[in-house]
C-alpha cells in the first residue's frame, strides 16, 4: 500500500479551492493537505471514495495541516467531474471549526463587578452558536473540528416510519430544493 501527497496544482486540490472559495469560507485559513492512496477503503461493505481527518498534533507539528483528505485513487478515478466535486465537498463539510456559543448575561460578580454569563441552549439542551469562529488564546488560531453526518438513518426505518424526525424532515427539504436531476450515474 502505498500513500502520497498530491501535487498544489492537481485537479483534486483545484476542486478543492474552488469548493472552499464557493461554499466552506470558513476554510479559508485552514492548512488541508490532500493524500491519495492506492489501497481500497470498504467499510461495512461500502466503497470509500474519500476520507477527511483533523490533523494529528505530530502531523500538524512536521507539515502545518490542520486537516487531511485521503482520495482512495481507485473509486476516485471511477467518478465523473461532478461526482469528484460532490465527494471532495462532502469530505469538506466534515472539516469545521467551532464557534462561539451565544451567551446571555445572568447577573454581576459581587468582587470583580464583571457580569456574569451563562451559555444559551434551546428546548432540547442544544447549546447555540454565534457566527464568531473560536479561536486559540495564545495562536490566534482557529480551533478545527470534524463535523459528523447530518443524518443518521436507517433506509428500512425511513420505509417503515416515514419522515419522523426534524433531521430526515431537514433532508428531505434539502432534496425537494434541489434544482438539478439526480447524478445519471446513481440512477
Given amino acids: 500500500m502505498a500513500i ?34 492506492d489501497k481500497n477503503k470498504v467499510k461495512c461493505n461500502k466503497v470509500t471514495c474519500a476520507e477527511a481527518s483533523k490533523a494529528s498534533s ?5 507539515t502545518n495541516a490542520d486537516f487531511t483528505i485521503t482520495l482512495f485513487m481507485t473509486p476516485w478515478s471511477d467518478l465523473n467531474g461532478d461526482q469528484k466535486k460532490a465527494c471532495m465537498d462532502h469530505e ?50 482557529p480551533k478545527w473540528r470534524l463535523y459528523p453526518h447530518d443524518l443518521e438513518e436507517f433506509r428500512d426505518i425511513v420505509q417503515r416510519h416515514g419522515i419522523w424526525d426534524e433531521s430526515i424532515q431537514s433532508f428531505k427539504e434539502a432534496l425537494d430544493s434541489r434544482d438539478q436531476p439526480v447524478a445519471e450515474s446513481v440512477q
Avoid at 13 to 29: C, G, K, M, N, V
Avoid at 58 to 62: L, N
Avoid at 109 to 132: M, N
Fill in 4 to 37: 502520497w501527497e498530491l501535487e498544489q496544482d492537481s485537479p483534486a486540490y483545484q476542486i478543492a479551492r474552488e469548493l472552499i472559495s464557493r461554499y466552506h469560507h470558513h476554510l479559508a485559513e485552514a492548512k488541508i493537505v490532500l493524500y491519495a492512496s
Fill in 58 to 62: 505530530k502531523m500538524k507539528a512536521s
Fill in 92 to 141: 469538506l463539510t466534515h472539516c469545521g471549526v467551532h464557534y462561539e456559543p451565544v451567551t446571555e448575561q445572568v447577573g454581576t460578580a459581587r468582587r470583580s463587578g464583571r457580569a456574569r454569563t451563562k451559555v444559551v441552549r434551546d428546548e432540547y439542551g442544544r447549546v447555540q452558536y454565534t457566527d464568531t469562529i473560536k479561536r486559540d488564546t495564545e495562536t490566534g488560531e
